[in-house]
């Protein structure tokens, strides 16, 4: 009886990893690495292997909509999706750019970039759903800027930084990663 059992085991653990193998030998990676995939006119053949029957069954639980993400929540709510906002600055003409409501790190960036084509252009700071501030004084090149959830501490921490280099210090810009 116990051997019976202990064979049945076995066999059912074979079978597993048998399935789990052919599977991964089934995904794209794979029949990439091999060679398997071949292009044509159209572009790379996509094939079977896309259809996802091939996935063991944590990975189409892992793709499976969650209870969380099927309710839907306001477009207002700051959960509905992340934004990011960057400052970009000049130090020898004192020029700056900035953009908010980027949908990437990266695309806050280009685009703050954009917004000021000086050649010594550099990214200051970048948030993720919180604000940014670009504090401004006498002389040109120097500044001060900080990041924080909430504008006002975002504002004084700019302004006593840029106080530590400069004087009459003001808020030259202060951007909030959402819309």
């Not at 059992?5 to 048998?18: F, K, M, Q, S």
């Not at 709510?77 to 990011?84: A, G, V």
């Amino acid at each position: 009886m116990a051997t019976s059992r202990r064979v049945w085991t076995l066999l059912i653990v074979i079978a597993v990893l048998a399935a789990n193998y052919l599977a991964l030998l089934a995904s794209p990676a794979w029949a990439e690495r091999r060679g398997r995939r071949h292009r044509h006119a159209g572009g790379w053949d996509k094939g079977w292997h896309e259809s996802g029957w091939y996935d063991p069954f944590w990975v189409r639980l892992r793709r499976a909509p969650k209870y969380w993400e099927s309710q839907s929540q306001p477009a207002t709510s700051s959960y509905s999706r992340e934004r990011y906002a960057a400052i970009a600055y000049s130090p020898s003409t004192g020029k700056y750019g900035y953009s908010h409501g980027s949908s990437s790190r990266c695309s806050a960036e280009r685009a703050a970039l954009g917004h000021c084509p000086e050649k010594d252009v550099r990214i200051l700071a970048w948030t993720r759903n919180a604000w940014c501030v670009l504090a401004l004084g006498d002389s040109v090149g120097e500044y001060g800027w900080a990041w924080a959830t909430d504008s006002q501490r975002a504002k004084s921490r700019a302004i006593e930084e840029c106080r530590k280099r400069t004087t009459n210090c003001y808020i030259a810009v202060c951007v909030f990663s959402g819309n």
